[in-house]
């Protein structure tokens, strides 16, 4: 494709995450956000849409069939559960969904590490917030060194998550422990996910220990801050607060904070996931037609 493609797309969903995802796509030269469906038309999030330019719809993946266009991208920014029926739904239209849910059904992407892969499927799985944040980090410390145990826990504000993540609590759990296990090698791996009452609100944190034979300070340090360097090429307040290495333990914290003004500063757990989706989107447009989907 030639590099100015512009491809259009819709958004399921009309929370927070969907409208950073339309407020973003305003500010790419990639994509061309044509509607943003909600569950019920009487939403305060689908007037938010409107007042950004979007056309709207309520009833869900049907109205989005039903709205007699035509989409290159699907972002699907519901929940874990009506996923499938979304994929069975669309498959057939050629659309490329990209799933913000905590579904296993589809190719795994995490843009700085496996990101140029994307152009390459029709179906794409962001995994999770947590897994979005700490996979990058891991998987650069499983090429240099063998992991034996990795466990990641992310800690959330619980304004920033909404009732559909509540619901999908153990498909997150058990997607993002799968998605480790994929992209570190390591057969025993643990994943727990806080959601935080503290007031004021604190930002999304995610907590990483490997054990592995071998490690050493130094080395860790340098590889930990180059793969949160890439991180911030797309999240720009991705930052690593401790990174000690005690024996064969390695424990990593890092924070994301948003740097966008619609979204509050403690929703690192959504910029983290939209960012990636819009980078995902944004291969295929870029990606050259012969090896494009």
Not at 124 to 146: D, K
Not at 263 to 269: D, I, K, T, Y
Request: glycine residues 8%; proline residues 5%; neutral net charge.
């Amino acid at each position: 494709m030639p590099a100015n493609t512009v491809l259009n797309t819709a958004v399921l969903g009309s929370g927070l995450l969907g409208l950073d995802l339309v407020e973003r796509m305003r500010h790419s030269p990639h994509l061309n956000c044509r509607l943003v469906v909600g569950r019920t038309r009487h939403s305060r999030g689908l007037d938010q849409a409107a007042g950004l330019g979007c056309a709207t719809a309520a009833g869900g993946v049907t109205a989005l069939l039903g709205s007699g266009q035509s989409f290159d991208i699907v972002f699907d920014a519901t929940n874990a559960f009506e996923h499938p029926e979304h994929w069975g739904r669309l498959a057939g239209t050629g659309a490329v969904l990209i799933d913000l849910t905590p579904t296993r059904s589809s190719a795994l992407i995490v843009p700085t590490v496996n990101g140029t892969q994307a152009a390459e499927h029709q179906h794409i799985g962001l995994i999770s917030c947590g897994g979005q944040a700490a996979i990058p980090v891991l998987h650069a410390l499983a090429q240099h060194y063998r992991p034996q145990y990795v466990e990641m826990v992310a800690t959330a504000a619980s304004v920033s998550v909404g009732r559909a993540s509540r619901l999908n609590l153990d498909q997150y759990v058990e997607t993002t422990q799968g998605a480790i296990r994929q992209f570190t090698r390591t057969p025993a791996v643990k994943t727990m996910l806080n959601i935080s009452a503290a007031t004021p609100p604190q930002p999304f944190r995610i907590t990483m220990t490997m054990v592995a034979p071998g490690v050493e300070q130094n080395p860790v340090s340098t590889i930990v801050e180059t793969a949160a360097t890439a991180m911030r090429t797309m999240v720009p307040g991705y930052r690593v607060t401790s990174c000690t290495v005690t024996d064969d333990i390695i424990r990593v914290i890092a924070e994301v904070t948003t740097t966008r003004g619609r979204m509050p500063v403690h929703a690192g757990n959504l910029e983290v996931l939209s960012a990636a989706a819009i980078h995902t989107a944004e291969q295929h447009a870029l990606a050259p037609k012969e090896i494009a989907r």
